[in-house]
């Protein structure tokens, strides 16, 4: 089965309740299919998070992730540079500049409309976070290719092509909520500690665009940790592999919630500023190379053979 073209086809956006209603119904379906068990666990905090959790995680000795929300549409290209988060700042601050300049010149216009100088304060809060809320929640991004209909899908591709005297190895979890701050995730985390001491975690976040694969590295990993995910991933066919830390490399998704053993996974496309990821967040997020899964996948099971 294609996963990818399932997904692209049917469940590409999952941001409502009823969107993520009918993946996670799909997704426990193709699971079963395949032999795995799999079981939709909510947590209940901030916001209401629904992570599918696939096979036996407190027996597994390696975790693949994704998250499987999709995002609102942003009214401006995004781009991130994951080995220079003052560039990704800098990129990102026009768009902060203009909410800003918008609710500074709303709230004056009401200061002479009004007589009231008290309004100020209340105009300029209002139009500033509502904007930050549509930015978070407004209308669903109809396009989320590489962000992350890509990392959900390699992780059914694992699943599929993984042996079977490897299965009790590895387990699988779709996060909910990453897009909010990685809300499915920490939710996971705090229901479960301990849990993943000891284990590997490989999140798989935006790997459908670019040849360069970063491979990060957790600030407090081990040796040994690092030593399998250099070993597991390496360059082949065209993809390039740039093994990384999180001490240089900022990669913000669901692999943070997991300080000690979180390692995260990300194509990047490369040029004179260096690796960065386009188009995420906007109606131009379509690119999905399914070769990339294809090299994905293949060292993730090369990664569960070496555990």
Not at 112 to 127: A, H, I, R
Not at 212 to 225: G, N, Q, T, W
Not at 226 to 239: E, P, V
Request: include cysteine; charge should be neutral; aromatic fraction near 10%.
């Amino acid at each position: 089965m294609n996963f990818l073209q399932e997904l692209l086809e049917k469940y590409q956006v999952r941001k409502t309740k009823a969107q993520k209603d009918s993946f996670l119904s799909w997704a426990q379906e193709q699971c079963e299919n395949m032999g795995y068990a799999a079981r939709v666990e909510e947590n209940k905090g901030s916001k209401l998070c629904r992570n599918l959790v696939v096979g036996n995680v407190e027996n597994a000795q390696v975790v693949f992730t994704a998250h499987y929300d999709t995002c609102a549409k942003m009214p401006v290209p995004n781009l991130v540079f994951p080995k220079n988060f003052l560039l990704t700042l800098l990129v990102q601050m026009p768009l902060v500049l203009v909410m800003l300049a918008v609710s500074m010149g709303a709230a004056l216009l009401a200061v002479e409309l009004t007589g009231d100088e008290n309004v100020y304060s209340l105009v300029f809060l209002v139009l500033y976070f509502g904007f930050m809320f549509l930015i978070l929640y407004g209308p669903a991004n109809p396009h989320t290719a590489n962000d992350n209909t890509s990392g959900t899908a390699a992780l059914f591709e694992i699943m599929a092509a993984l042996p079977e005297n490897l299965r009790s190895k590895a387990a699988f979890i779709f996060f909910d909520n990453e897009e909010g701050g990685k809300i499915g995730s920490k939710a996971y985390a705090k229901a479960h500690k301990g849990q993943m001491d000891g284990k590997i975690l490989l999140n798989l976040d935006c790997i459908g665009d670019g040849e360069h694969f970063l491979i990060v590295a957790p600030k407090k990993a081990d040796e040994h940790l690092i030593s399998l995910l250099q070993q597991a991933f390496q360059s082949r066919d065209g993809k390039i592999a740039i093994q990384c830390s999180a001490k240089n490399t900022h990669y913000n998704s669901d692999q943070l919630s997991f300080p000690k053993v979180g390692a995260a996974v990300a194509a990047c496309h490369k040029n004179k500023l260096g690796y960065f990821i386009p188009r995420i967040h906007t109606t131009r997020d379509i690119i999905c190379d399914e070769s990339n899964l294809a090299y994905v996948c293949v060292h993730a099971i090369k990664l569960v053979e070496m555990v």
